[in-house]
T-cell receptor, first 114, second 115 residues
Framework: QKEVEQNSGPLSVPEGAIASLNCTYS??????FFWYRQYSGKSPELIMF????GDKEDGRFTAQLNKASQYVSLLIRDSQPSDSATYLC??????????????FGGGTRLMVKP | DGGITQSPKYLFRKEGQNVTLSCEQN?????MYWYRQDPGQGLRLIYY???????QKGDIAEGYSVSREKKESFPLTVTSAQKNPTAFYLC??????????????FGSGTRLTVV
């Protein structure tokens, strides 16, 4: 089982709709969760991070975390064509002797159609 | 402006050749990381360094080597032992490996192609 799993997509939504991106993780001890956006040929950019169960909102973006179900999601409201990108879910892997590091899922490609 | 600079942006390697990818940061971050990304895939960890003069292997270290002689610099060498090096290489940093919980800053990447 992969440490962080995402549906590769593509997920296609019409402009103005809500896009829902999902991610599951295997390490029940994981504490910190991140969503990165990556445009084709570019490096990832951090959108949001979440540590606590529940929802965290930032503008059009809402991250949702359910540690009991080992599930984290990203909702994008009022989707725009400029939101078309690959969204990477990342989880902190705790390695007590060698520091913490991010483990990434394979990414979900989102397409927002005008 | 603070950030991470990767060079070159594009690199072509001949069979059997070693090449070195540069990564420099002026963020005063202690921890630095190298990731590899294949088309349509996520990021896989190659090597990481928590502090100067120290580094550890990641999940796919075979065929790669690194050094960390200065806090600002973490170059990656792709050796001839790496049989399939064509990929997008990303360097990242964080304040330290504990505060990696605040996320990473990424460089703009180097696209390596074997010719």
């Amino acid at each position: 089982q992969k440490e962080v799993e995402q549906n590769s997509g593509p997920l296609s939504v019409p402009e103005g709709a809500i896009a829902s991106l999902n991610c599951t993780y295997s390490d029940r001890g994981s504490q910190s969760f991140f969503w990165y956006r990556q445009y084709s040929g570019k490096s990832p950019e951090l959108i949001m991070f979440i540590y606590s169960n529940g929802d965290k909102e930032d503008g059009r973006f809402t991250a949702q975390l359910n540690k009991a179900s080992q599930y984290v999601s990203l909702l994008i409201r009022d989707s725009q064509p400029s939101d078309s990108a690959t969204y990477l879910c990342a989880v902190i892997r705790v390695n007590n002797n060698a520091g913490n590091m991010l483990t990434f899922g394979g990414g979900t490609r989102l397409m927002v159609k005008p | 402006d603070g950030g991470i600079t990767q060079s070159p942006k594009y690199l072509f390697r001949k069979e059997g050749q070693n090449v070195t990818l540069s990564c420099e940061q002026n963020l005063n971050h202690d921890a630095m990381y190298w990731y590899r990304q294949d088309p349509g895939q996520g990021l896989r960890l190659i090597y990481y360094s928590q502090i100067v003069n120290d580094f550890q292997k990641g999940d796919i270290a075979e065929g790669y080597s690194v050094s960390r002689e200065k806090k600002e610099s973490f170059p990656l060498t792709v050796t001839s032992a790496q049989k399939n090096p064509t990929a997008f290489y990303l360097c990242a940093s964080s304040i330290d490996s504990v505060q990696a919980s605040y996320g990473y800053t990424f460089g703009s990447g180097t696209r390596l192609t074997v010719v």
